[in-house]
């Protein structure tokens, strides 16, 4: 199908590592992005990667990326409740370079 | 600093209304970007601009259009408001070029049709 899938809801305690996972469908796609979302705010991209990438650190975040199962991972270490926010991943897609977006994963931390 | 605005934060129009929700950003970038949000489906894209004058369609363009006159701005309309188009509107602009150019999204535009 055409979607990308995630989760709606994941809950954690402050101090604990968050995953959220993302299945997209497009073998071709070229990068895959997260983007996060605050109450009331427009989308803030997180960070990327590329398709010939398995994995992507940058500070508490870490990107793997699964192509054979067409599977993204974010994963937030030491989760603070600054990080409570929808998270959305989103994979480009054609020559156009259009972002195809998941519908977004609630991550609420709880103190 | 990067910057994409929206015209309006909360809207709220009638049924069979005209309604223009306007974008500009700052940032010289030849692609603008309207999308809508809806809980549960993520974001959907209705229409794309990457010049001036130019427009595509995006997966839901059935009751939108949309103008760029000028580089920096970029509006939707809704001819003719209906009550299913009460929605989360995000404009987003990026430079030319594919891959790491990110997405600049604005604030967002709540629409309320009544």
């Known amino acids: 199908g055409e979607d990308v899938e995630q989760s709606l809801f994941l809950s954690v305690r402050e101090g604990d590592s968050s995953v959220i996972n993302c299945t997209y469908t497009d073998s071709s796609s070229t990068y895959l992005y997260w983007y996060k979302q605050e109450p009331g705010a427009g989308l803030q991209l997180l960070t990327y990667i590329f398709s010939n990438m398995d994995m992507k650190q940058d500070q508490r975040l870490t990107v793997l990326l699964n192509k054979k199962d067409k599977h993204l991972s974010l994963r937030i270490a030491d989760t603070q409740t600054g990080d409570s926010a929808i998270y959305f991943c989103?994979?480009?897609?054609?020559?156009?370079?259009?972002?195809?977006f998941g519908t977004g994963t609630l991550l609420a931390v709880q103190p | 600093d990067v910057k994409v605005t929206q015209s309006s934060r909360y809207l709220v129009k009638r049924t069979g209304e005209k309604v223009f929700l306007e974008c500009v950003q700052d940032?010289?970038?030849?692609?603008m970007f309207w999308y809508r949000q809806d809980p549960g489906l993520g974001l959907r894209l209705i229409y794309f601009?990457?010049?001036?004058?130019?427009?595509e369609k995006g997966d839901i363009p059935e009751g939108y259009s949309v103008s760029r006159e000028k580089k920096e701005r970029f509006s939707l309309i809704l001819e003719s408001a209906s009550t299913n188009q009460t929605s989360m509107y995000l404009c987003?602009?990026?430079?030319?070029?594919?891959?790491?150019?990110?997405?600049?999204f604005g604030p967002g535009t709540r629409l309320t049709v009544l």
């Open positions: 987003a602009s990026r430079g030319g070029g594919p891959g790491t150019d990110t997405q600049y």
């Open positions: 989103a994979e480009m897609r054609g020559a156009t370079n259009k972002l195809i």
């Open positions: 940032m010289d970038h030849e692609n």
């Open positions: 601009s990457y010049d001036v004058k130019m427009k």
